[in-house]
């Protein structure tokens, strides 16, 4: 069983920066972060293979946003620069248990995520 506990959201400018923190307990191969809006689904943003340390980005938040990881905290993190008031969602980390084979169809996938946190609301101000 994992259990994962994001932090970091809140209220910024357009062009601020933000650090979501996403502490897991329990085994996991990789961490996705993943947005949502209202009436909307859940998107793919970020994620991070736990052991090689291989990402991968939506193309929207490519050269602004950054996945890392720490092994010794467990804890991976979103460092979101440059942000726009379309990056306004509630952000949810996710973790897979399972080593799934690492390519964009797995990653960006819902449905490769078998953890999901609770969210933390981003709203960015223009």
């Known amino acids: 069983q994992v259990q994962l506990v994001e932090s970091g959201g809140g209220l910024v400018q357009a062009g601020g920066s933000l650090r979501l923190s996403c502490a897991a307990s329990g085994r996991t191969f990789t961490i996705g972060w993943f947005r949502q809006t209202p009436g909307k689904e859940r998107e793919f943003v970020a994620a991070i293979r736990w052991g090689s340390g291989n990402t991968g980005y939506v193309d929207s938040v490519k050269g602004r946003f950054t996945i890392s990881r720490d092994n010794a905290k467990n804890t991976a993190y979103l460092q979101m620069n440059s942000l726009k008031p379309e990056d306004t969602a509630v952000y949810y980390c996710?973790?897979?248990?399972?080593?799934?084979?690492?390519?964009?169809?797995?990653?960006?996938?819902?449905?490769?995520?078998?953890?999901w946190g609770q969210g933390t609301q981003v709203t960015v101000s223009s």
């Open positions: 996710a973790a897979d248990s399972s080593l799934g084979i690492w390519d964009s169809r797995y990653y960006s996938s819902r449905r490769s995520y078998n953890y």
